[in-house]
């Protein structure tokens, strides 16, 4: 390894503990009634409104934080108590995940995921759609990202596929291979999904390609999701993260998706 690769990991190690240390004071914070409760920041806003004239708005329910959301805390139970995640970070996107899964529940929905992983996401979607059936595309050998945070992948396939059992290998079609060469047998195959869910290598160029083949899989009227808009673990370098790519290809498709979110992730129907 050169000098200055070494360097760049040990930046981008530095930079991913301080962000899990962020995102566990952010997840504490969003767990407490504080921000939303707390007396002096309830009298800025009545002031604010009587000062404008601004009626109080209508009350809207809140969501339920991510260790308590009733999905949440029953997919613990059901899933992810008798399997082996190492990470567990798909639960905070349960929430946001749900109008899309209430519109494929009752049927039989066709998902494709471009990177599993350890399958965490594969089997919530597994369990919250009993009738859909998933396509998973990951080369099973870890990425850049993983490389850098010194990971294990050794056994990752066969964790993979053990996590799946818990709920129904059988409707898990497990496809090994890169993206790129594996997206592409699946269009000259004729095959198109209700769902795609992008999150395989977080590298510029590599999202631009997943999204083109991505959008051509992807029925008239289904979802397409792109994982970690936000991320920026090996750099502020456009060809180091996600984002730019993501935000690129929606300019391509402008007038052709439904933007339906875009924080942490990206959902959009496609429309045409």
């Keep these: ?59 809207v329910a809140t969501v339920p934080a991510a260790d308590t959301h009733p999905l949440v805390v029953r997919f613990r139970e059901e899933v992810m108590e008798r399997a082996a995640f190492s990470q567990d970070g798909f639960v905070h996107q349960i929430a946001p995940w749900e109008p899309l899964f209430e519109e494929l529940e009752g049927r039989a929905a066709r998902l494709l995921e471009v990177g599993s992983y350890e399958g965490l996401s594969a ?13 998973c595309v990951d080369t099973f050998e870890g990425s ?22 818990v709920v129904d290998a059988s409707r898990v079609r ?28 977080h590298l510029g160029l590599d999202v631009l390609v997943d999204s083109a083949l ?25 060809l180091l993260r996600p984002g730019v790519a993501i935000d690129a290809f929606l300019g391509v498709v402008e007038g ?14 496609k429309t045409a």
């Design 123 to 135: 089997c919530y979607a597994l369990w919250r759609l009993p009738d859909a059936r998933i396509t």
């Design 174 to 201: 497990a496809l090994v291979g890169d993206s790129r060469r594996v997206l592409l047998d699946l269009l000259g195959d004729g095959e198109r999904f209700d769902l795609v869910y992008v999150d395989g290598s």
């Design 1 to 59: 390894m050169s000098n200055d690769l070494e360097l760049v990991v040990r930046e981008v190690q530095r930079l991913t503990s301080e962000l899990e240390d962020v995102r566990g004071r952010l997840a504490s914070y969003e767990r407490s009634r504080w921000m939303r409760l707390h007396p002096r920041f309830v009298l800025r806003r009545l002031r604010r409104r009587s000062a404008t004239g601004e009626a109080a708005p209508e009350p």
């Design 214 to 238: 991505a959008w051509q899989l992807v029925a008239e009227g289904g979802f397409l999701v792109w994982d970690d808009y936000r991320w920026k673990g090996l750099g502020e370098d456009p």
């Design 144 to 165: 850049v990202e993983g490389a850098v945070a010194e990971i294990d992948l050794s056994t990752l396939a066969d964790v993979f596929a053990a996590n799946v059992a």
């Design 256 to 269: 052709k998706a439904e933007l339906l979110r875009r924080d942490l992730q990206v959902a959009v129907r």
